[in-house]
């Protein structure tokens, strides 16, 4: 789509740079100019998120940038009196009182003497009142910085807390996915069949030969004409197998809350595949059938990107079989429906 | 008809914005009247050294009568009083001792001027921030025509250029941000003064497939023409390209034409192939898809209008009020001002190809109506004979007593510039009546 449209043969620029304009506003959200972006691409928000980036020691590195507030000695002159007439030489003292009243002949000094007197007054009061407004604001002050001091740190472990529950809640999303397909993988190959005692048995469906090991469930043949078909679940079956591993407890154990069900490293598990034909480089292949070995996952006795070609040589699941109708090997061996 | 063009430098191999423009403009006129140039013997501008003799030279037809500089450019002392006129309170003697420190000081030249003012109609003075034609616009103001050259910088802030763009004859504007700017700043608007700006030979069949062949460029492209300098905001256009060829799927290259005075950044998409002959230059203009402009201070971009000429969009500086002006006049360029819209314009040219087309087409039609040879030698024979028939107006005010010029009571140039409005002039163009320039006869048959 073009950045803008304009249907005419005769162009018009100024309406071209609008549209142009209005794009990058679009597309910004706000109109910064390139200084703004700039300074906002300076700052490290991620600072702020980091605990390591806040200091502990904040209200005391303040408080000792602030040194303690000492009013300023304003020069305030006491005026009384005598002052107009005072001086340190004393000959000069007593000639001006002697003329003090030569001097009240011309004027009236006494409400100048009073005016000065009370500024005097009023300036010792001001400079009292400031200095207290001072310290009171620096104490608010420090207040404050205190209270957003607690707010950075609140914000910050918040912030790391918040990030916690979102992995945490990524988590329980992703074993709840796992057992719900875990479930539904189970739910394809288990039948429920009413007992001649009037109770319910389950039964494994077991088309092919019985288990050749005890406690090992029943798994159907699947190179035999009518065994299970394909569950719902099955083609995920890796993945599930996958995150089960990662999970420490086999999948098995999570679903059932026993041991292992099956024994994997002989490649005698629980086969849900019917004719896939060999191993599609999954790094899971499905059964006997498939002339590979079984690998759930739970085992951990072979690695899954060992697995990842079909040609790749098994020294330990019995000896291959020669794959039965199935779809060709996927060559290079990906997990198609995984990937 | 004598007409005198008087400009620092002079000569085929001076290819600066101003003198260039000086040149073209006395040939052309040199056509239509008896033309002589009164210049210098430098041709560095640094350093204004007599490097030509002194005398009579023709040069393409046209004499020129060059006269000794009497003192070089001390580029410290220049500093020192640009620092002292542009950035402080000052006095007129500040100024008009910057004046002489920049130069080119041509006492001769300017007593010559003063003694033969009589035997030219007119004198047209190229650049009006230069010695020559401080003091010979004032030698001769009632016949003098001043082809200003104003950018927007400092200079045109100093009070001492103010009485000469109030009291020369006319004034010939290279745009209408041009004159604009000098009516703010002198209140001149009463002096005769007209739009004109310079034309073009541009090949009327250029070959851009030779182009492609010879430099071996494939693909679409974008070029710069011009020096490659920080002045010219070739390092902007720089950092502006990379994040292109980074950040938008285009396909554009950077092909470079031009002097360098900046590193090239290595990026394999920009390519420089340094300064070429002019066919080589407008062929590569025509195999062009755009031409980028990055300057910030221009007072007439003849690349520009070049790159209109051959039907080339231009995406330019957005910055400068001119070519802003011009693109918007014209509706033949897109602009820009930050790198987002850098990126947006660009993206529009190269996925509306139709648009490059469109704005092409009336760059050509915009070049045609103004800035064709035939419309600007009607544009200044109009005025001449408009000048001859009106009786001079005012004289220019001398300059003050030597008191007068030490009180220190001017405005720093950079203050008054920074008071002045911007923005292209474009409420000023709709005022002005449309163009009605009649092309010469034989222009007018040859199109028929």
């Known amino acids: 789509m073009p950045d803008f449209n304009v249907r005419s043969d005769s162009v018009n620029v100024d309406q071209i740079m609008e549209q142009i304009r209005a794009r990058v506003r679009e597309k910004r959200g706000v109109d910064y100019t390139e200084q703004q972006i700039r300074e906002l691409a300076a700052v490290k928000l991620e600072k702020f998120l980091d605990p390591r980036g806040v200091r502990s020691d904040l209200l005391e590195q303040f408080r000792r940038l602030q040194p303690a507030y000492e009013p300023p000695e304003l020069p305030n002159y006491a005026f009384e009196e005598a002052t107009l007439f005072e001086s340190h030489r004393a000959p000069i003292r007593w000639i001006r009182r002697l003329l003090q009243p030569i001097l009240k002949l011309f004027f009236n000094p006494n409400p100048l003497i009073q005016a000065l007197h009370i500024q005097s007054r009023l300036n010792t009061l001001n400079t009292e009142s400031h200095a207290r407004e001072q310290a009171t604001r620096r104490g608010l002050d420090q207040l404050y910085f205190e209270v957003m001091h607690n707010l950075v740190i609140e914000t910050t472990q918040l912030g790391i807390e918040v990030k916690n529950l979102k992995m945490r809640v990524e988590s329980l999303a992703s074993r709840l996915e796992f057992n719900e397909r875990r479930a539904r993988a189970l739910e394809s190959v288990v039948a429920y069949k009413p007992s001649s005692e009037g109770g319910t048995e389950r039964a494994a469906v077991a088309a092919g030969p019985a288990p050749s090991q005890p406690g090992v469930a029943a798994r159907p043949a699947p190179s035999q004409p009518g065994g299970a078909p394909e569950g719902p679940g099955q083609r995920s079956r890796h993945r599930r197998r996958r995150r089960g591993r990662r999970g420490g407890l086999p999948a098995a154990a999570i679903m059932s809350g026993s041991g292992p069900v099956v024994s994997t490293a002989s490649g005698q598990g629980p086969s849900m595949g019917s004719g896939q034909g060999p191993s599609t480089g999954s790094g899971v292949s499905t059964g006997e059938a498939t002339g590979a070995h079984t690998n759930t996952g739970e085992s951990g006795g072979r690695p899954i990107d060992a697995e990842s070609h079909p040609s790749a040589p098994h020294s330990e699941g019995p000896s291959p079989r020669p794959a039965q109708a199935g779809p060709a090997p996927i060559p290079g061996g990906t997990d198609t429906d995984e990937q | ?448």
């Open chain 2, 1 to 448: 008809m004598k007409l005198a063009v008087v400009v620092q430098r002079y000569g085929q191999a001076v290819n600066g914005g101003a003198e260039l423009h000086a040149r073209y403009i006395a040939e052309h006129l040199a056509r239509h009247a008896e033309v002589e140039v009164l210049t210098t013997c430098a041709t560095d501008y640094v350093t204004w050294r007599n490097e030509l003799a002194p005398g009579v030279e023709p040069v393409n037809g046209v004499p020129v009568r060059r006269f000794r500089v009497k003192h070089e450019r001390d580029p410290q002392l220049f500093g020192r009083r640009s620092d002292c006129v542009f950035g402080e309170r000052h006095s007129l003697g500040d100024e008009l001792d910057w004046i002489d420190a920049e130069g080119p000081s041509s006492p001769a030249l300017i007593d010559y001027l003063s003694k033969s003012v009589a035997t030219y109609d007119y004198c047209l003075f190229f650049s009006y921030r230069y010695y020559v034609s401080y003091y010979g616009a004032r030698a001769t103001s009632p016949r003098a025509i001043l082809v200003p050259t104003a950018e927007r910088d400092a200079a045109i802030g100093l009070s001492m250029f103010q009485p000469v763009f109030r009291g020369v004859r006319a004034l010939m504007y290279n745009s209408h941000e041009e004159r604009a700017m000098i009516q703010r700043v002198s209140g001149n608007q009463d002096v005769a003064g007209v739009v004109v700006g310079i034309g073009s030979d541009v090949p009327q069949n250029p070959q851009p497939g030779r182009f492609r062949q010879k430099y071996n460029i494939h693909g679409p492209f974008a070029i710069y023409v011009g020096r490659i300098d920080r002045n010219k905001g070739c390092e902007e256009l720089f950092e502006f390209f990379g994040g292109y060829v980074r950040d938008a799927p285009g396909r554009l290259s950077l092909v470079l034409i031009g002097n360098t005075l900046l590193p090239i950044p290595g990026d394999p998409r920009i390519r420089h192939l340094g300064f070429l002959d002019d066919a080589d230059k407008f062929d590569a203009m025509a195999a062009a898809d755009l031409l980028i402009m990055p300057s910030y201070f221009e007072s007439l971009s003849m690349v520009t209008l070049e790159a209109w000429a051959l039907g080339r969009p231009v995406v330019a500086n957005g910055k400068c009020d001119v070519l802003k002006g011009q693109c918007i006049r014209s509706n033949a360029g897109l602009y820009y001002e930050t790198y987002a819209e850098f990126l947006a314009t660009l993206r529009a040219l190269e996925q509306n190809r139709w648009l490059g087309g469109a704005l092409g087409r009336n760059g050509r039609h915009f070049f045609r109506d103004n800035y064709h040879w035939p419309v600007i030698e009607r544009k200044y024979l109009d005025m001449l004979g408009k000048l001859s028939r009106e009786p001079a107006g005012r004289a220019m005010e001398p300059l003050p007593g030597w008191l007068e010029r030490r009180r220190r009571v001017l405005p720093p140039g950079e203050e008054v510039v920074a008071g002045l409005p911007t923005g292209p002039s474009l409420a000023l163009e709709r005022e002005d009546p449309p163009p009605t320039y009649s092309r010469p006869p034989q222009l007018a048959r040859s199109r028929s």
